[in-house]
Nanobody, 124 residues
């Protein structure tokens, strides 16, 4: 089992940048693929980005391609999400998730463990 804690959320102006971090417990972090998802009020949870166990394979939702970057540091049990050129519509609670599969799937059902989320608010 893995415990995930997100941090780095906050309030930022449109066009600005923010970096989210997800810290994972345990000594087997590199056996999990990781993903970032988000949920805005009144909307369904949607995918943002995913990264394979090794960090070599990545995938992004079309809405964030070219603006967001996912990366991981297996030595530090951490996965980050760098968000640039933020838009008002990026406002949401952002969740980190871990999958026991070696995958870059953007389907929430692929992921077994979830963090509590961190709020990102982009002012227009």
């Amino acid at each position: 089992q893995v415990h995930l804690v997100e941090s780095g959320g906050g309030l930022v102006q449109a066009g600005g940048s923010l970096t989210l971090s997800c810290a994972a417990s345990g000594r087997t972090f590199d056996s999990y693929s990781m993903g970032w998802f988000r949920q805005a009020p009144g909307k369904e949870r949607e995918s943002v980005a995913a990264i394979s166990r090794s960090g070599i394979s990545l995938s992004y939702a079309d809405s964030v391609k070219g603006r967001f970057t996912i990366a991981r540091d297996n030595a530090k049990n951490t996965v980050i999400l760098r968000m640039n050129s933020l838009k008002f519509e990026d406002t949401a609670v952002y969740y980190c998730a871990a999958s026991r599969l070696d995958t870059t799937s953007l389907r929430p059902g692929t992921y077994d463990y979830w963090g509590q989320g961190t709020q990102v608010t982009v002012s227009s």
